[in-house]
């Protein structure tokens, strides 16, 4: 599974390599994906390299080698095949600054002749605490009861981190939401942070910023501008095995 600008960061390597056989540095890498610093540029090497796609040469200044490319990439999207790049919530970020168009994973929600049961496509994981990446593969589903939904699109994620055990979410839980792009002050969202992670919070606005609010008292709220920040869906219920 890649973000998508782990995606945009590969597949730039991968063309500089074939142009000029020398690794683009750190500045160019910045400016080609519109990150704000270099650390970015670090996460997600360190990123690429710990899921096999990249590989760092040690005691060499830019040595940076492409092991391999995801299956199927073709043209300006992922096809389908184990290599596939999927977006969790498809068209949620849509306008925003990725050059490269990401493949949308149909959302499918079934319901059986009496309208009793309805299938909620379960999409990878999420943070509560330090975000993680925002693209996920579906792994599986969940039938539920339509008494417990908010009527419109579901999908579901694996909670992990205790960022909101305050708020009664807890490690392993999974979480409901409903996919929306807009919500109220207070409530528990899935917010996508610079079109690349992604992380469970409660929204806050102040002023013109939006306020990512943890539910424990072990983590600090993020204060963001709202072009860093959007809305991938609300929290309607939750799902807990014993």
Not at 82 to 98: D, I, L, M, Q
Request: glycine share 8%; charged share 25%.
């Amino acid at each position: 599974m890649l973000t998508r600008k782990q995606l945009d960061l590969l597949r730039f390597i991968q063309q500089r390599m074939r142009e000029s056989g020398v690794p683009p540095s750190f500045d160019e890498m910045k400016d080609a994906l519109d990150l704000k610093s270099k650390s970015g540029i670090h996460r997600l090497i360190t990123a690429l390299e710990e899921r096999g796609f990249l590989r760092r040469l040690p005691n060499r200044a830019r040595a940076i080698e492409v092991i391999r490319m995801p299956e199927s990439l073709s043209g300006a999207n992922a096809g389908a095949g184990n290599g596939e790049v999927r977006r969790f919530t498809p068209s949620v970020v849509e306008g925003g600054r990725a050059k490269i168009p990401s493949v949308k994973t149909p959302m499918t929600q079934a319901t059986d002749e009496n309208g009793r049961a309805m299938t909620i496509p379960v999409m990878g994981r999420i943070a509560a605490g330090t975000p993680i990446s925002a693209i996920q593969n579906q792994s599986h589903s969940i039938t539920m009861s339509p008494d417990f939904l908010a009527g419109g699109e579901h999908y579901a994620l694996e909670v992990r981190g205790d960022s909101m055990i305050e708020a009664g979410i807890l490690d392993g839980d999974l979480v409901v939401i409903r996919k929306q792009d807009t919500a109220n002050t207070g409530d528990i969202i899935v917010a996508l942070i610079d079109d690349e992670e992604a992380t469970l919070k409660r929204l806050r606005r102040r002023g013109s910023s939006i306020a990512l609010e943890a539910a424990n008292p072990a983590y600090e709220t993020r204060v963001l501008g709202p072009d860093r920040v959007q809305i991938q869906g609300r929290l309607v219920s939750l799902v807990r095995r014993y």
